[in-house]
């Protein structure tokens, strides 16, 4: 599938100014971009494993008309938002747990929406490639935007989920890792359990959907941001390193 310069920056940009506008906001420690980078393309490379994944469970799933909630409903949920949120935590988790870079709360919302991002970028450029300009503008308001929302959510607890491993709390831990994963799935399926049935209706509430989710989204990417210097991972090591610092 061909396609020219405009409509590939048409579908590109808009995943990468949610993320320039989330790295800005990482006010404490600016992570390296190349761990930016390589989540983004790790991010890229879950879309194609979600699309063999929801392949291989369509295939064992009842079938129901399009057209009906129950096809709605099942598409939406246990394909698109489980699989495709799945994949993205397993990018981000490969890519961010282990690295010494992560230690402040923000981190983990910087590095979930790069491998959502990454994600919704790779997905966008082939459902522009196929239906063009109108496809492009109308997914850089809603489904990009989606990815990365979602992405956001699954970062605060991604995060929550550290700070408890690292103090030893195993349950908080888990429990943080359940909802890094639940959360962003209930809010894809929503999303696209309102698309799917195409109604006016449900084109509507999919519209005050995405306005709400923009609204909660950027208030969470705010105060987590403005919150972030009392966030640290390692706050007993910061202290003993300045108290070194002072007394050389």
Avoid at 38 to 62: D, Y
Avoid at 218 to 241: L, N, Q, W
Wanted: hydrophobic share 50%.
């Amino acid at each position: 599938m061909y396609m020219d310069n405009n409509l590939m920056a048409l579908a590109i940009i808009p995943g990468l100014l949610i993320l320039g506008y989330v790295y800005g906001k990482d006010k404490v420690e600016k992570e390296p971009l190349s761990m930016i980078m390589k989540i983004v393309f790790m991010g890229a490379a879950s879309c194609l494993v979600a699309g063999a994944a929801e392949g291989a469970l369509q295939s064992v799933l009842p079938q129901y008309e399009r057209g009906t909630i129950q096809f709605a409903l099942q598409t939406s949920f246990c394909l698109a938002a489980f699989c495709e949120e799945t994949v993205k935590y397993l990018a981000l988790r490969i890519g961010s747990w282990r690295s010494r870079y992560f230690n402040y709360r923000f981190d983990g919302i910087v590095y979930a929406v790069s491998s959502a991002v990454g994600f919704a970028v790779f997905e966008n450029i082939q459902y522009v490639a196929m239906y063009g300009i109108g496809t492009a503008i109308t997914r850089a308001f809603l489904a990009v935007p989606l990815h990365a929302f979602c992405g956001v959510f699954m970062g605060v607890f991604y995060s929550y989920s550290k700070k408890a491993a690292i103090v030893g709390e195993g349950g908080v831990s888990a429990a943080c890792t359940l909802l890094a994963l639940i959360v962003p799935m209930i809010i894809h399926g929503v999303y696209d359990t309102c698309a799917f049935m195409g109604t006016q209706a449900f084109t509507y509430i999919l519209l005050g959907f995405v306005v709400l989710l923009y609204i909660a989204a950027i208030s969470t990417i705010r105060k987590m941001s403005a919150e972030d210097r009392d966030a640290g991972f390692y706050p007993e090591a910061r202290v003993i390193e300045y108290d070194t610092t002072l007394t050389e």
